[in-house]
Every structure is written in structure tokens, then in C-alpha cells.
């Protein structure tokens, strides 16, 4: 927490007796899946632009301040000072160094999205002829660092060295030790994926402890470069903050998933880019790790060498003062029904987030066709976006967020509805079809929920301490999709039945051992050794569909009975009752 955000908690009574913090002009941080949201209020039609403090204090000094509501609509002559009717500017239209400020958080927010991406991306993919879906679901723990961040970003937020800078004194290290890392994993991947499923897959472990590692790497930097954003461009220029994540790490996961998966592929690069088919794709998961973890030394370098941080005279009041000020956040009762809401709300889902994919590559679906699913899902995800967030705006963001809430329930029965259609004979032109549609509206419906939930987020914070109080909301928004996977997954594997038949005589290109009793192929090395010793696995009961059905059922029990009517009844609530109270 920095002085200055100290030094403007102090509190001012509205006429009514109300103790109150102000709002601020100012942006709040969110997570990586997450979208970093400005809310810019009242700029003086008389004076040059102020900084956040004194914007602050002359808010509060108005007469019609109050936390009861949301603040007046800005004047027709302060839109028109603001930059326009709308108050929007065209990047080009901004100062010579904000736009060089933006290319420079969207060049650290792709760096970001590139082992994000993997991790949460292709990996899994790559590990489904490898493991079991139980463990993947251990790999799965690899993701936890982004939605445990807060536990350590007052660290960050708290301790630096004044003559790197605040952030730089973070992203350097961070950025060359992921990078390092990289290096390191892009000579062991392969092997590491290989050997993941041995020995009863033990293995898993350490693959899933350096993807950890890689992932907490990134989590901090996001800690760092979301502070960073806030200073790096002007007051009135800071909705630019939100633009630069939003395509820094959409490009950068775009790239490490749907672009590597495709180029990745024989079947792919033979089909669109080789007159000659080989056996494998134009890159490995080796190659591209050690490319990346170079071009993140090189950035790193120039980053050091040509980016000057300017010096904060901000001390902060050290790290417990961070903490006690999140503790001061968790006793509000409010705060603390929401985290209950966020932590189950996305189990009514999570089947279809994470079994979905892997069990139409199971059933036959090729890693092609699936590049070729996300690729054309990507322009949807962006412009789609667009009219959530226009959405959100328009109508109240929780209302907006329940029926997406019960889009994405439908969305779950949809895709299991596909997943049992698949075609004896493989894919068609029809069901490559259909699988993109039901692709496509599941991302919108997921797009839409985050795009709303992160627009009450921002609405409910308080801009005075919104670092540490969007930083949580974002935590558990993220751990209650995150804790889920792992009994998931789990779960597919152990209401699954599957029984290896042994062949009626030996084949001709026995890879194997040859089968000769049945047993149980539900794990996926047991499957494979099924099939090289020529026999078939003969699956009876598929756990994804039980599992898929309970989480649904489990979604629409507790929306209804719960959820709903505890986040409109939150919605309605004064600002007021989402601020710490004076002294706190």
C-alpha cells in the first residue's frame, strides 16, 4: 500500500453523518484472465488535469457527494474537455508518450500470455496421450499461482529498490528468471511429458512442479505490471491500461495455444504448409519454450537498458500495513458472501471447461481440426467481447452476469449433447460445424460473465485501496474455476468403466505384449497398453457424461436457490456498505 494511497483514506462526512471514502479517477488491476478496468468520473472544466489525490479530495468536497448512489453524470462541457462527446480518444489522438507507455505494457502483458498459454493450453492437450484425466487433473495445480497472487502482492507492492524502481525492481528479475526457466524446460519438456505417466504417474508431479514455478513466475509480473500501468500513462489516458492487457495477453495466449497447436500438428502443417507429409509439425513444445525464453532475456535486457522508471517518492507503510488492510475488506459481511458466491458459482461449469476438449479428442476429434475450432473462435471472442462489455454498461453488470450464468448451464448441456453425437466415422463437415458453434457460444457466454462480474468488481471497490481490493476480488473470482478442476477430473476417471477385451488371436503388428486377460483400461497407460497388445478398450460407462450432469445440477440448485438472489440483493446495495469503515 503507498503513502499516497494513506495519505487520501482520510474521511470526510456527507451532510448526512455518513463516514465515506471518495470515488477516484483512477484504474484497478484484475487477473490474467482478467481485464484491467478504468472508471474515469469528474475532471474540472476550468483547471489542468490533476493528479488522482487531488481529484479525490475535490470530489468529496462537493455537496452532492454520496456513497448512497452512483455519482452524476459528467456535464456535456466536461465530456467535451474530456476528449470528445464520449470522452474517448483515438490511440493516435494521445500524447507521444503514452502511446510509447502502451506498446510497452502491451509488449509485457504477451510476454505474460506466452507460458500462459501453454500452461493452460496446450499442455493439457499434449498430456491426453500421455495421462489419465486424473492426472491432468494433478497437472492442473500448475495454474494455482494466478489465483493465489494475493496472498504475496502486497510483497511486491511493498518492497522494491529506489534506484531500479518500484516495478522494475519485480519485472527485471522475474522476466530473466522465466526466461531462464524456459530455456531449462524447452530442453526436458518432451521427455518430462513422456515419462509423466509412468510408474503409476509419479512423474506428473515434477513436470506439474516446474509449470508451477513458470506460472508463479508470471503471476508476479502481472502483480508488478498492473501496478506499472497505473503510472506509466496519464490520468486521463489510463482506459489505455485496459486496452494493452486485453491484447497483450489475449495475442499471447492466442499464440501458445491455438497458433502452437496448429503448427504443432503433422496433420496441419502437412495439409496446409508441406507438399510432403512428415511425421511431425513445424515445431516442438522444446523449440518454441527455448525461442521464448531467449526473447524474454532480450526484452529484459532492453527493458533495463532503455526504459528509465520514474522515481516514486511514495514509502508505503510496509507490507503488514497491506494485509491489515485486506483483513480490514474480509470481516465486511457483504465481501464475505460474495467470496462464497464466486467460490461456487463456477462449478455448475467446470465439466465442460475442462473435460470437454480432451474428450472430443478422445472420441477421435483431431488436434487439426481443434486448432482450426479456436482459431476461427478467436475473432468471436474479441468483437463479442466488445458488446459484453457495451452491455454491462447499459444494463446492471450483476443482472447482465446471471444470464450468462445460465447460458454457460446451457452451454455445458450443449457440448455434452456434441460429445455424444460424435460420429461413428469420424468427423464430418457437418459436426466440425457444429462443434464450432457450440465452441463459440460457450466462449461468449464466459467472456460475458467475466466481462460483467469484472465491471461490479470495479464498481464496488474502493479506488483508495483499489489495488489491494481488486486484486482480491479477483483472487477468488479465479480460485473458484481454478479448485474445482482437480476433483473433476478426478472424478471422470473414477465413474468411469472401462474393460481392455483381449484379442481372439494375435495380430500381425503386435506393438505390445500380447493381451490375454481382460482388466481395466480407464487410465490412459493402461489403455494404451490395451491397444498395443492388441486389444480393445471397451468403455461402458463414461464418466464425463455422470460428472457434467452433477455439476449442472449442482449449478442450477445452488443459482436459484442461492446465487441469484444474493447477487441481486448485493447489486442493490449502497455504495456505502462496500467501503472499510473509518479507522479500519
Not at 455518513?18 to 474540472?44: C, T, V, Y
Not at 508463479?216 to 490520468?235: E, K, N, R, Y
Not at 452476469?401 to 460429445?419: D, E, P, S, T
Request: with cysteine; glycine share 10%.
Amino acid at each position: 500500500m503507498t503513502a499516497k494511497k494513506t495519505r487520501s483514506r482520510s474521511r470526510q462526512h456527507h451532510p448526512n453523518g455518513s463516514a465515506s471514502s471518495a470515488f477516484s479517477p483512477s484504474a484497478s488491476a484484475s487477473d490474467m484472465n482478467g481485464s484491467f478496468r478504468e472508471r474515469q468520473k469528474h475532471h474540472s472544466p476550468l483547471d489542468a488535469p490533476e493528479d488522482s489525490a487531488s481529484q479525490t479530495a475535490r470530489l468529496m468536497e462537493r455537496s452532492s457527494f454520496t456513497l448512497d448512489e452512483a455519482p452524476p453524470p459528467i456535464s456535456a462541457v466536461e465530456k467535451s474537455l474530456a476528449g470528445g462527446d464520449d470522452g474517448s480518444k483515438g490511440f493516435f489522438e494521445l500524447p507521444e508518450q503514452d502511446r510509447r507507455n502502451f506498446l510497452l505494457l502491451v509488449m509485457l502483458y504477451f510476454l505474460q500470455g506466452i507460458p500462459m498459454g501453454l500452461a493452460g493450453g496446450s499442455v493439457p492437450f499434449l498430456l491426453k496421450s500421455h495421462l489419465s484425466y486424473g492426472q491432468i487433473g494433478v497437472y492442473s495445480l500448475a495454474s494455482y499461482p494466478y489465483s493465489l497472487k494475493l496472498l504475496w502482492s502486497p510483497i511486491v507492492d511493498a518492497i522494491w529498490s529506489s534506484r531500479v524502481g518500484r516495478r522494475k525492481s519485480w519485472i527485471l528479475p522475474i522476466q530473466a528468471l522465466s526466461g531462464l526457466g524456459m530455456i531449462w524446460l524447452g530442453r526436458h519438456a518432451q521427455e518430462m511429458m513422456e515419462k509423466a505417466g509412468e510408474d503409476g504417474g509419479k512423474g506428473v508431479w515434477g513436470f506439474t512442479g516446474w509449470w508451477f514455478g513458470l506460472v508463479f513466475m508470471c503471476a508476479t509480473q502481472d502483480i508488478a505490471v498492473d501496478g506499472w500501468a497505473l503510472t506509466l500513462l496519464s490520468p486521463t489516458n489510463l482506459s489505455y491500461a485496459s486496452t494493452a492487457q486485453t491484447v497483450g495477453l489475449t495475442a499471447g495466449h492466442f499464440l501458445s495455444y491455438t497458433v502452437f497447436l496448429a503448427l504443432s500438428s503433422p496433420d496441419f502443417t502437412n495439409k496446409y504448409f508441406r507438399s510432403s507429409p512428415q511425421a511431425h509439425g513445424l515445431m516442438t513444445l522444446d523449440s518454441y519454450l527455448q525461442f521464448w525464453g531467449w526473447a524474454y532475456l532480450l526484452v529484459t535486457l532492453g527493458l533495463a537498458i532503455l526504459k528509465k522508471e520514474d522515481r516514486t517518492r511514495e514509502k508505503g507503510e510496509g507490507v503488514w500495513g497491506v494485509y491489515k488492510v485486506m483483513g480490514g475488506i474480509l470481516k465486511l459481511r457483504n465481501i464475505q458472501i460474495f467470496i462464497l458466491i464466486h467460490l461456487i458459482a463456477k462449478i455448475g461449469f467446470q465439466a465442460n471447461d475442462a473435460v470437454t476438449n480432451l474428450k472430443l479428442l478422445d472420441k477421435g476429434f483431431s488436434q487439426e481440426d481443434l486448432a482450426l475450432t479456436v482459431l476461427i473462435d478467436f475473432p468471436f471472442e474479441i468483437s463479442l467481447g466488445y458488446y459484453a462489455g457495451k452491455w454491462s454498461e447499459q444494463y446492471r453488470p450483476v443482472t447482465v452476469w446471471c444470464w450468462a450464468f445460465m447460458g454457460r448451464l446451457a452451454a455445458a448441456i450443449f457440448a455434452q449433447a456434441v460429445v455424444m453425437a460424435f460420429p461413428v466415422g469420424g468427423t464430418t463437415g457437418w459436426y466440425l460445424l457444429v462443434v464450432i458453434v457450440e465452441h463459440v457460444f460457450s466462449t461468449f457466454m464466459s467472456t460475458v460473465m467475466f466481462v460483467a462480474i469484472s465491471a461490479f468488481h470495479a464498481k464496488i471497490a474502493d479506488p483508495l485501496i483499489g489495488g489491494t481490493y481488486m486484486t482480491l476480488l479477483a483472487t477468488v473470482s479465479n480460485l473458484g474455476g481454478t479448485f474445482p478442476r482437480f476433483f473433476v477430473l478426478k472424478f471422470v476417471d473414477m465413474f468411469s468403466v472401462a474393460t481392455c477385451i483381449p484379442p481372439t488371436k494375435a495380430p500381425a503388428d503386435l506393438k505390445g505384449t500380447l493381451i490375454t486377460q481382460p482388466f481395466s483400461c480407464v487410465l490412459e497407460a493402461e489403455k494404451h497398453r490395451c491397444l498395443d497388445g492388441g486389444g480393445a478398450c471397451d468403455v461402458r460407462r463414461d464418466g464425463y457424461y455422470i460428472v457434467n450432469i452433477l455439476c449442472v445440477v449442482f449449478g442450477i440448485v445452488t443459482f436459484w436457490g442461492f446465487i441469484r438472489p444474493k447477487a441481486l440483493q448485493l447489486q442493490n446495495l449502497p455504495m456505502r456498505a462496500w467501503r472499510l469503515s473509518n479507522g479500519s
